[in-house]
């Protein structure tokens, strides 16, 4: 059964996991809707930034252990079986992927457990805020399964590999202060204030110059895998293309007449 609502207001995408009863873990439904909030997001340009969390005091626990995935059963798999996860951890990782390769800006808002594949979403996303009393865990191996959710990638990414290893080895659960501690997340606000605090950074990432922050994105995501040469190359050809937006001109305008600038993301 579905759980996750998507809401849109003022160019801003609110993908919500809401099934409190289960602490919000995903089913094949939820991908499905996520999947295509995903493609949707994408190519909208209506559509300006995402923000993913979760209703009742939870992020998500992570994939629906009850549900398509729990096969087995103790008795071993048949080779249908097999064939099937292999095909189900391909397509959720084309949905995480989707996530992290989004063109617009994303903001995870986590209250309450982000556990196994959710915690991957979580660190798929651009920024991440947390509330005193998020939970994070790299479940995995407490359940005898190996990373999915491009953990494998992005911890080590965010914390170096000796921390990654702890978190990901042990599968030991960690709170808000230690994440933040980590540079998991960006910062911890007071579970009655995340709300507020989210929907405004999400509403600046929305109302923001769209080409430039997706530019913005794109170069410091790339700029593990090439030389200090190339970046300059690339800021100078991301410069070159937002000299052609009406934002850029907008920023500029504005700054001249003294007041805010208005975005219009075109
Ligand atoms: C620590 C918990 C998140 C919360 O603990 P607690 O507050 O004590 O609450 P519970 O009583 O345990 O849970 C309340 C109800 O929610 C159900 N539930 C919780 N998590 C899941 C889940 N992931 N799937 C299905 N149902 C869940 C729980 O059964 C209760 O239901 P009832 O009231 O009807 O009994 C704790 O719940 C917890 O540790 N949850 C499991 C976390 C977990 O292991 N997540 C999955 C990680 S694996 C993953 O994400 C990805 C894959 C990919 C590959 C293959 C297979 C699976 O996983």
């Not at 921390?163 to 202060?177: H, N, P, T, V």
Request: net charge negative; charged share 25%.
């Amino acid at each position: 059964m579905s759980s996750t609502r998507v809401e849109r207001a003022d160019g801003l995408v609110t993908v919500i996991f809401d099934r409190p009863a289960k602490k919000n873990a995903l089913g094949a439904e939820d991908w499905d809707i996520l999947r295509r909030t995903l493609i949707e997001v994408t190519d909208d340009p209506g559509d300006r930034a995402l923000l993913l969390t979760g209703a009742g005091g939870n992020f998500s626990a992570g994939a629906d252990l009850s549900g398509s995935m729990n096969s087995g059963g103790g008795r071993g798999l048949t080779g249908g079986e097999q064939q099937s996860i292999l095909f189900e951890m391909r397509a959720v990782g084309e949905i995480v992927d989707r996530l992290h390769r989004l063109p617009k800006p994303t903001l995870a808002a986590v209250d309450g457990v982000a556990f196994g594949v959710a915690l991957g979403l979580v660190l798929a996303c651009d920024l991440v805020l947390a509330s005193d009393r998020a939970r994070f865990c790299e479940v995995f191996v407490k359940r005898g399964l190996a990373l999915d959710g491009g953990t494998s990638w992005s911890l080590p990414r965010q914390v170096g590999q000796r921390r990654a290893k702890q978190i990901a080895m042990l599968g030991d659960e960690f709170g808000a202060d230690r994440a933040l501690e980590w540079g998991l997340i960006n910062e911890v606000v007071p579970a009655d204030e995340l709300p507020k605090v989210a929907r405004d950074w999400a509403n600046r990432l929305a109302t923001g110059p769209t080409t430039a922050l997706s530019l913005i994105k794109r170069s410091l995501d790339g700029s593990d895998s090439i030389s200090f040469a190339q970046s300059l190359e690339d800021e100078a050809r991301a410069q070159h293309i937002v000299f052609t937006t009406h934002d850029m001109r907008e920023g500029i305008t504005a700054f001249l007449e003294r007041r805010p600038p208005k975005f219009t993301g075109r």
